[in-house]
């Protein structure tokens, strides 16, 4: 069965850096859109980051945008989510997800694998 599995996060002062990693297993990576979603307390699922299968294309929220970067490593089936000057604002449970058909979209539902989620907490 599929599998995404998250790790990285962790406690970090504002300004800080933090590199999520997500490890995937039972899809064909190489062909599948890569994307990160972040859920604070209280609050909806929200896009951040999406790299299509080649990794030729990304594409951020504007909330993130110029902070971080997301990247693949396909002979590994790994994604990657680089987060500089990370903000109070910033915390939050962060999600790998999958999409096997290699839609490129920042749209929850397009989405039909997800990790556990890794939390990632800002102090200011």
């Known amino acids: 069965q599929v599998q995404l599995v998250e790790s990285g996060g962790g406690l970090v002062q504002a300004g800080g850096s933090l590199r999520l990693s997500c490890a995937a297993s039972g899809l064909t990576f190489s062909r599948s859109t890569m994307a990160w979603f972040r859920q604070a307390p209280g609050k909806e699922r929200e896009f951040a980051a999406v790299?299509?299968?080649?990794?030729?294309?990304?594409y951020y929220a504007d909330s993130v945008k110029g902070r971080f970067t997301i990247s693949r490593d396909n002979a590994k089936n790994t994604v990657f989510l680089q987060m500089n000057s990370l903000k109070p604002e910033d915390t939050a449970v962060y999600y790998c997800?999958?999409?096997?058909?290699?839609?490129?979209?920042?749209?929850?539902?397009?989405?039909?694998?997800w990790g556990q989620g890794t939390q990632v907490t800002v102090s200011s």
């Open positions: 790299i299509s299968w080649s990794g030729v294309t990304t």
């Open positions: 997800a999958a999409d096997s058909s290699s839609v490129f979209s920042r749209a929850v539902y397009e989405y039909n694998y």
